[in-house]
């Protein structure tokens, strides 16, 4: 199966080396690019993309807004966005991860990692790496906004409790394969329990599982000075 990949980025030279790229590799093709929010909106209703490459900050409508406009759109439901930031830890991040995106990367990423998680996203898996989840989550769950808000401790009462253990363990940032050496399990049992953790929580991906996660109480986050550390490590 090819992935098809929309490019959406203000900075041509940038779209032209991600383009190059992506169609290096007989698993992908670019479908279409966009040089600001308002056309990665527009081109991926039109095009249904499997992922966005989405950068946050582009002139007129950013790439926040048009995450939040793909991954609310039920026709976009397949459509994964990955978004790409100069910065790898910061609250653009936070917010496009609350509107329904599923990773990012910093736009220093090798051009491997690039394509491995432009597959990992299109999978259906998330793209938050251990480090990345403690201080991405610890950062945008500090001072959340209620509406924003996707858990509360109620809503895990329909989780058995394995699925309440894998979904800790996917939280802290763990794969399906360390989960289940942990638990003395196949990979294929860990990814059967989250996949129906996601489905009874309505999570989009791992992603806001582990968002999930964080709100409802299940896992708590690093205090900031632990936090700290792990940053700088």
Known sequence: ???????????????ATFRI???????MEVVGEAADGAQAEQLARELRPD????DIRMPGADGLAATTAICA???????????????????????ALRAGASGFLG????????????????????????????????????SPAEASRLATP????????????????VAEGHSNEE??????????????????????????DRAQLVVMAYQSGLVTAPPPEAEYRAYRL
């Open 21 to 27: 790229l992506v169609a290096s590799c007989p698993d």
């Open 1 to 15: 199966m090819t992935i098809r990949v929309l490019l959406a980025d203000d900075q041509a030279l940038l779209r």
């Open 73 to 95: 759109d039920p026709a976009l439901a397949d459509t994964r966005v990955l978004i790409l930031t100069t910065f790898e830890i910061d609250e653009y991040v936070a917010r």
């Open 107 to 142: 736009k220093d990423v090798t051009a491997d990692d690039l394509l491995d998680g432009i597959r990992t996203v299109a999978s259906g898996e998330r793209l938050l790496s251990p480090l990345a989840t403690q201080v991405l989550i610890t950062r945008f769950l500090s």
């Open 154 to 169: 109620d809503t895990l009462s329909g989780l058995t409790a394995r699925e309440r253990e894998v979904m800790a363990w």
């Open 51 to 54: 992922v966005v490459l989405m």
């Open 179 to 204: 989960i289940a050496e942990r638990l003395f399990v196949s990979p294929l049992t860990v990814r059967t329990h989250v996949h129906r953790a996601m489905t009874k929580l309505g999570a989009r």
